[in-house]
């Protein structure tokens, strides 16, 4: 079982819907990130939570520490929204160089397509 | 501006030829990270560095090297590509792995196609 779990994998809305994209995890985590991954590749960090909910214009991130879950919202989707959303959270581990350290797991993403 | 730079950007190469994939930030930040990305298996860690001269493992090492020679740069090295090595490559960079409150910096990928 994969660390990081998102559904749905994909993601078909039409322009305006409200979507919802979802992040379980495992692992004991200090912080989730919610990337974006544009269409050409190039990958932006949306949000950074460690708890509660945050808000960035049309998008909202909310997390559950006791549940291990995350979401991802977008209001009034668009199409220039289309993109790969990949969950990815910050995992303490014993580094063999410098004592405790972090990494990044990252979810496989869900791509999302929104229609005109 | 606030960039990671990575170069080349696309290559094609053969099975055997070492090769250099160079990536830069101007951010003055301790931490920096490579990534591959292949399809159906998400980002996975290669290689990172908590500071100058400091580097370690990540999940998938093998058939790569890296050094940190300076704070702004952190070459990933392909000594001997094989073909299971094609994939997109990101170098990523933080101010530090230590605070919650980081926010990674992703360069702008390099895909690698090796023959």
């Known amino acids: 079982k994969n660390e990081v779990e998102q559904s749905p994998q994909n993601l078909t809305a039409q322009e305006g819907e409200f979507i919802t994209i979802n992040c379980s995890y495992s692992?004991?985590?200090?912080?989730l990130h919610w990337l974006q991954q544009h269409p050409g590749g190039g990958i932006v960090s949306l949000f950074m939570?460690?708890?509660g909910k945050k808000k960035h214009g049309r998008l909202i991130a909310t997390i559950n520490i006791q549940e291990k879950h995350s979401s991802l919202h977008i209001t009034a989707s668009h199409p220039r929204d289309s993109a790969v959303y990949i969950c990815a959270v910050r995992s303490k581990f014993m580094s063999q160089v410098g004592g405790g350290s972090e990494k990044l797991v990252f979810g496989k993403g869900t791509k999302l397509t929104v229609n005109p | 501006e606030a960039q990671v730079t990575q170069n080349p950007r696309y290559l094609i190469t053969v099975t055997g030829k070492k090769l250099t994939v160079t990536c830069s930030q101007n951010?003055?930040?301790?931490?920096m990270s490579w990534y591959r990305q292949d399809p159906g298996l998400g980002l996975r860690q290669i290689y990172y560095s908590m500071n100058v001269e400091v580097t370690d493992k990540g999940d998938v090492p093998e058939g790569y090297k890296v050094s940190r020679k300076e704070k702004r740069n952190f070459p990933l090295i392909l000594e001997s590509p094989s073909p299971n090595q094609t994939s997109l490559y990101f170098c990523a960079s933080s101010l530090s792995q230590r605070d919650v409150t980081d926010t990674q910096y992703f360069g702008p990928g390099t895909r690698l196609t090796v023959l």
């Open positions: 951010m003055n930040h301790e931490y």
């Open positions: 939570l460690s708890s």
């Open positions: 692992v004991g985590i200090s912080a």
